[in-house]
């Protein structure tokens, strides 16, 4: 299994660009979120989804937008960036409520910076 | 609003040390807290919590949970300075969303 993939894993955007994030994973979770890392801060929700179809905000959503066509795909698209975008980007999946474990999985992360 | 405090902030000690990391949390329907251990990259999990006063245990960490008191601790014995990383509290939601909600972290640098 290659558990949680991510890409780009670097990226360097001008201010008003927009990009799509990838984040797929192999382990048939239903459940899936992106997080922001800001330097020194723990992780921030910025959107979430329970399974293919399904998806809602969490804590700080503005600026970006997701999609959940399939199980394993879970994009995150930033429209018109901006430099308070700059962070680090973690994907993360875990199985479903009912399945006994909430061991979150996460990729190794994509660090945008935005100029 | 949800929310997870972790104390300290940040800790340096020398190597042997131990030392104790807390997380406190104030939220509606609690279903587990986790502790995660991030070195410079994505979280690693360490634990995972249920039930109060039952100690988990892997090599020279140890984590418990006090669902009265609403608070877990996570000890570190002997501290070696492959220790040194970011230790994150989170705690698993339930009623339909099971989202997580992250602390900000402990910084932990141990030095030789």
């Known amino acids: 299994n290659a558990g949680v993939t991510q890409t780009p894993k670097f990226r360097i955007l001008k201010i008003g660009q927009s990009m799509t994030l990838q984040c797929a994973q192999d382990?048939?979770?239903?459940?899936m979120y992106w997080y922001r890392q800001d330097p020194g801060m723990g992780l921030k929700l910025i959107y979430y989804?329970?399974?293919?179809?399904?998806?809602d905000k969490g804590e700080v959503p503005n600026g970006y937008n997701v999609s959940r066509s399939t199980t394993e795909d879970f994009p995150l698209r930033l429209e018109l960036a901006a430099p308070s975008q700059t962070s680090v980007y973690f994907c993360?999946?875990?199985?479903?409520?009912?399945?006994?474990?909430?061991?979150?999985?996460f990729g190794p992360g994509t660090r945008l910076t935005v100029l | 609003e949800d929310k997870v405090v972790q104390s300290p902030l940040s800790l340096v000690v020398h190597e042997g040390d131990t030392v104790t990391l807390n997380c406190s949390y104030e939220?509606?329907?609690?279903?587990?807290l986790l502790w995660y251990k991030q070195e410079k990259k994505a979280p690693t999990f360490l634990f995972m919590l249920?039930?109060?006063?039952i100690e988990k245990k892997s090599g020279r960490l140890s984590s418990i949970l006090d669902k009265k008191e609403l608070f877990s601790i996570l000890n570190i014995t002997a501290t070696q300075t492959g220790d040194s990383a970011v230790y994150l509290c989170?705690?698993?939601?339930?009623?339909?969303?099971?989202?997580?909600?992250f602390g900000t972290g402990t910084r932990l640098k141990v030095l030789a």
């Open positions: 993360a999946s875990s199985p479903s409520g009912t399945s006994g474990t909430d061991t979150q999985y």
């Open positions: 989804s329970v399974g293919a179809g399904i998806t």
């Open positions: 989170a705690v698993r939601l339930t009623s339909g969303t099971y989202k997580y909600i």
């Open positions: 939220v509606t329907n609690f279903r587990s």
């Open positions: 382990m048939n979770h239903n459940y």
């Open positions: 249920t039930s109060s006063g």
